[in-house]
């Protein structure tokens, strides 16, 4: 993450949801995906908005750009400041072979993306 930007835990349990990142007078909410969740906005919206955001969206699946131009699904297995462990979906089979991957943090939608509706994969 950037030197600037604020780590921001929720009050209630103490969870780190994000960062503040300083922006003109006010700040932009950063999500722990390192992708802004707001426009500038005040301390205490952007405070709002990532504890109401909280860390839900980590556990939604997710589909994973590779280096062959393919999309594969996969979960979110870890998120550090610096990077993104992403599991490929196995659906809870055991059995299934573990295969992860790593990609830097902060990570766009371009390489590392929501699920859509009706997956091909």
Known sequence: MEADWIEHRRSDDGEHV???KPAGDGFVAID??????TDEVDWFT????LDDL???Y?????ELLLD?????RVRIAEVTPDA??????DWGDMTAPQIYFTVSNPVSEAQLRPLLANPAT
Do not use: N, Q, Y
Request: proline fraction near 6%; aromatic fraction near 6%; charged fraction near 35%.
């Open 46 to 49: 952007a405070e709002e908005t």
């Open 54 to 56: 909280g860390l839900r």
């Open 84 to 89: 993104v462990r992403v599991k490929k979906e």
């Open 18 to 20: 994000g960062w503040m």
């Open 68 to 72: 062959d131009g393919t999309w594969l």
């Open 32 to 37: 722990m995906l390192g992708r802004p969740r």
């Open 58 to 62: 980590l556990a939604d699946p997710h």
